[in-house]
């Protein structure tokens, strides 16, 4: 260091000018030196660099009133005013920036991937390798802790809640329908396919006051900004064919594609628990269309989809089997503008319109439902300083669902409901250090259907312990409209928002290629819809008196660096929940919940056969289901699930992909639950049937080909 | 399929460790020379954040010249190549980031500054090529794009864009002919290369005939 200052000397020496010394130190708010600032005359090339002491030395020629800048990358630049004359061994103080790499990170609750994100539990690439997701944004998510595997239903559900008591959002409004349309224990699975979303954040709990209308949690999907370059991808699967086309202009973008899925090859060669009268079809569509303003971004997405089938399923209660076929159309458009105005402002806007219409025959009866869903948004965030920002906005949720039931040779019946919600709400961000940060805020919501209105507050802090652990805590309430099934019958009953308050303590230390998180949650619901007839009818005696609790441990550890060319995670879950709501008797566990779940996803890298093998192992311990012969409800518990998958993804050239997929490649016989007769037989036994996977196993085989200019890309991401 | 990126990366780092430049600390001249000079000096005796300090000096006073910014980027980004430990090359990198994004914005017509920022992002497709190189390859080909259509007989972007190719051909165990026919013409070009002024980039050759000895 001294021949630094030596050399500056001298090469200032060769200046015939008169100089004067200037010199000091730069220390940090607790007086440790600061090495590496750039110490100098604003103005002039007159400086040094401060040494690990934190001393610098340099002489100028200038004189008099001058400013002294003192900037380094990780602290606010300061300035301060001196007389050159008069400046020797002083001292100084630089403030941390907040704004930097390593400032603590509020990370209770929610699990984030994407270019954002700090720590990613997930990486974009995840969703898609992950063995056993097939694609499906959805079941990459159910690999992480805090969700259950509930094989007969495919969606998600969170912490002992419900599946409708997630919301998703895609570049921030909502998706009033987020999974496909499917029938009695028949898994549905996401409608989003991976492809468009560069980022996903999901929150199992103490979300910020954004969000609304959500009991567990929420789901945010975020489309890309700027697609790479112009490509076309094709697809040709086992199960149908895919094409997409990426187009890009100076200022603007478009993406589009386009799939047909036809499972009857698949249900062909596959033996299957269930009776196909037609295989499942679909056709889908998306499309982005993106314009870059000089400060802003313009997106439109829009979704199509169309599917059917007409499936037979054995039915305890009846001799012959029951068939349901079903149509569902399903069209799902928003359109979301971002940018910066003013001085530090920064406006998030936008809506979104859902509209899904399903056509169900049951046997020889007629359901037809439709809903017409959409969301108006605006938020407007400032940035008072690195220190405080504050952000406020404004919901307005509109909903109207109207279903017809008509029985053979009957009559229709008619129910349904509009509901219209309005909400407001905002939202400080404080920094009281780098390593103390705090987040609070409220949401106030008004029902029109539901004439209440409602605070909602939600706090949540982090306090980072060391260099590379910190913990996080998260408090808030939730309220949500109960599900359509029962507000449906509005016109005969009031019902009440179902409320739920989340207490989350969070643990997360990360360091590079590794992360470990454990969170720790308390979950306590009120207001829950109960009835007092077997199915929820419009003539059942409803109220709000159910309550419900939820706790339990999240652990999830991920490493990509110990291994060379492997990358794992484990999640393990445990929860203790009982609910008491529906026409349940007494508070019991209910039967979508496993009290251990524990996920092992493997990759693994092969350089030589330039190949992606993966694995994912699921298992979680017996589900409860009720067994109308024991007088105790709930009492039953089935055997432990297991799934184990496998996936190879084959790069023949650089665009050229071969997949290969299966799934309970050990043909576990897993059971979710059982259906049991509504009467007792001759003999006073309720007979019963066990719920089952359509098919003991899924396999997928594709062939993927990207075309683009610099042969580079592929659909890799995309698997 | 990214490991492939970490590997043609890495060979960029053994590359890019020299700099050839010549420019020498003039003790007379004017101010600007005298200060680029020295912050060569400080460079070339591997203080790096010294050099990147007094050439964000120099920027800070010299706004009509994009020079000493390119410098802090290609300072800061080669060190961010010889360096481990990760957090630094974050800072690294960031730092880079921020000059160039200074010229970029003066100047969307400069070839040096897109190879400059293909430079950044096949750093950061080394810091983290599982994520990186999928997000980052692409783009950065379009990088290269532009600067050949702005100038298509620039060593350098000949040269530096061969070797972004090169690497994949390799792992993809396509031919690498055409990428070494390219080197080859940015060999030529280096011998014809006038820099606009004394301390415009002139870097490169060397490592272009270090990539060629691995063509034969």
Not at chain 1, 162 to 180: F, I, S, W
Not at chain 1, 472 to 496: C, M, R, V, W
Not at chain 1, 549 to 576: P, V
Not at chain 2, 156 to 174: N, Q, Y
Request: glycine share 6%; proline share 3%; aromatic share 14%.
């Amino acid at each position: 260091m001294k021949t630094i200052f030596t050399c500056i000397i001298l090469f200032f020496t060769a200046n015939s000018f008169a100089q004067t010394t200037i010199s000091g130190r730069t220390v940090d708010q607790k007086g440790k030196p600061i090495a590496g600032v750039n110490i100098y005359i604003e103005g002039s090339y007159d400086g040094a660099t401060t040494n690990e002491n934190g001393e610098f030395l340099f002489v100028t020629t200038l004189t008099g009133d001058q400013v002294l800048v003192a900037s380094f990358l990780i602290y606010e630049t300061t300035k301060t005013p001196i007389y050159v004359a008069d400046f020797e061994a002083k001292i100084i103080i630089l403030k941390e920036n907040i704004n930097t790499l390593d400032a603590v990170v509020i990370s209770a609750g929610t699990m984030e991937s994407g270019d954002k994100a700090r720590v990613s539990v997930l990486k974009p690439l995840d969703i898609v390798t992950t063995a056993g997701s097939a694609g499906n944004i959805i079941a990459a998510l159910q690999t992480l802790p805090g969700t259950q595997t509930v094989g007969e239903d495919g969606r998600l559900f969170v912490r002992g809640g419900e599946a409708n008591e997630t919301q998703t959002y895609v570049d921030g409004l909502r998706v009033a329908q987020p999974y496909g349309a499917s029938t009695n224990n028949l898994p549905t699975r996401g409608r989003f396919s991976p492809f468009l979303f560069s980022g996903i954040a999901f929150s199992t709990g103490g979300y910020s006051a954004e969000y609304g209308e959500a009991l567990s949690s929420v789901l945010l999907l975020n489309t890309e900004d700027e697609p790479d370059q112009n490509k076309a991808d094709v697809s040709l699967m086992t199960v149908g064919l895919g094409l997409g086309n990426t187009q890009k202009w100076d200022k603007s973008s478009l993406s589009v594609n386009a799939s047909y899925i036809n499972l009857a090859p698949y249900q062909a060669l596959i033996p299957q628990n269930v009776e196909w009268n037609s295989p499942f079809q679909s056709l889908s569509g998306e499309t982005v269309y993106r314009y870059k303003f000089s400060t802003g971004l313009l997106k439109l997405y829009a979704a199509f989809d169309s599917s059917k089938f007409d499936i037979s399923q054995e039915n305890i209660n009846a001799v012959a089997k029951t068939r349901v076929d079903l149509n569902n159309n399903n069209f799902y458009f928003n359109t979301s503008y971002k940018g910066n105005f003013g001085n530090d402002w920064q406006i998030v806007t936008g809506m979104s319109y859902g509209f899904s219409k399903n056509r169900i025959t049951l046997d020889l009866d007629n359901v037809n439902n439709e809903e017409n869903a959409a969301h108006l948004k605006l938020k407007l965030k400032k940035n008072f300083s690195n220190l405080f920002k504050l952000s406020f906005g404004a919901d307005y949720f509109t909903t109207q669902f109207n279903e017809s039931f008509t029985a053979n040779l009957g009559t229709t019946n008619t129910n349904g409901y509009n509901s219209s919600i309005a909400s407001a709400y905002t939202e400080a961000d404080v920094f009281l250090s780098k390593k103390f940060a705090a987040k609070i805020g409220f949401r106030a919501s008004h029902s029109d259907l539901l004439e209440e209105f409602s605070i909602s507050p939600r706090i949540s802090m982090g306090y980072k312990v060391s260099k590379n652990s910190q913990f996080s805590l998260a408090y808030g309430d939730f309220t949500q409209s109960p599900n359509a099934a029962y507000i449906k019958y509005s016109k005969y009953h009031e019902f009440e928002s179902e409320k739920a308050s989340h207490y989350i303590l969070n643990y997360q230390y990360s360091v590079d290629g590794k992360t470990f998180r454990a969170e720790a949650y308390y979950k306590d619901y009120s207001n829950l819809v109960k009835y007092d007839s077997a199915t929820a009818e419009y003539n059942s005696i409803y109220n709000n008196n159910g309550s419900a609790y939820a706790k339990g441990l999240d652990l999830f550890w991920r490493d990509g660096k110990t291994i060379k060319n492997l990358e794992y995670w484990i999640s393990y879950s445990y929860i203790d929940t009982k609910r008491d709501y529906k026409n349940y008797p007494t508070p019991v566990t209910p039967s979508f919940v496993s009290d251990h779940s524990l996920s092992v996803v493997t990759k693994y890298f092969i350089t030589d056969w330039r190949s992606q093998v993966g694995f994912t192992n699921s298992f979680s311990t017996g589900r409860p289901y009720n067994n109308p012969n024991e007088t105790q409800f709930m009492n039953g518990k089935t055997k432990a699930y297991n799934n184990l998958s496998f996936n190879w993804a084959y790069l023949i050239s650089q665009q050229k992909i071969l997949y290969f997929s299966v799934s309970n490649v050990l043909g576990t016989q897993n059971v979710y639950g059982y259906d049991y007769a509504n009467t007792a037989d001759s003999n006073g036994v309720y007979k019963r049937k066990e719920i089952t996977p359509t098919a003991d196993r899924f396999f997928f085989v594709g062939f993927f080909w990207t075309i683009s200019k610099d042969k580079k890309d592929n659909q890799l991401k995309n698997l | 399929m990214t490991k492939l990126i970490t590997a043609f990366a890495l060979f960029v780092i053994t590359l890019l460790s020299a700099q050839g430049q010549e420019a020498t600390p003039q003790k007379t001249g004017n101010q600007y020379e005298q200060g680029m000079g020295k912050a060569f000096g400080l460079w070339k005796e591997g203080k790096n954040t010294e050099a990147s300090d007094l050439f964000e000096r120099i920027a800070a006073v010299e706004t009509t010249t994009w020079l000493p910014n390119y410098y802090v980027a290609l300072v800061n980004t080669t060190s961010a190549f010889g360096t481990k430990d990760k957090e630094k090359i974050n800072v690294l990198l960031l730092k880079a980031q921020n000059a160039l994004d200074t010229e970029m914005a003066k100047d969307q017509n400069n070839a040096e500054l897109y190879v400059m920022q293909a430079m950044i992002n096949t750093a950061w497709i080394v810091y983290d090529p599982m994520t990186n190189g999928q997000k980052l390859s692409g783009p950065t080909m379009e990088l290269y794009a532009k600067a050949e259509a702005i100038a298509p007989n620039n060593p350098r972007v000949i040269f530096s864009k061969a070797e972004f190719e090169i690497g994949s051909a390799a792992f993809w165990g396509k031919d690498i002919k055409p990428m070494c026919t390219q080197i080859d013409k940015a060999i030529t070009l280096f011998s014809t290369f006038k820099p606009e002024s004394p301390f415009s980039p002139s870097w490169g050759l060397d490592r272009a005939l270090e990539a060629q000895k691995n063509c034969k």
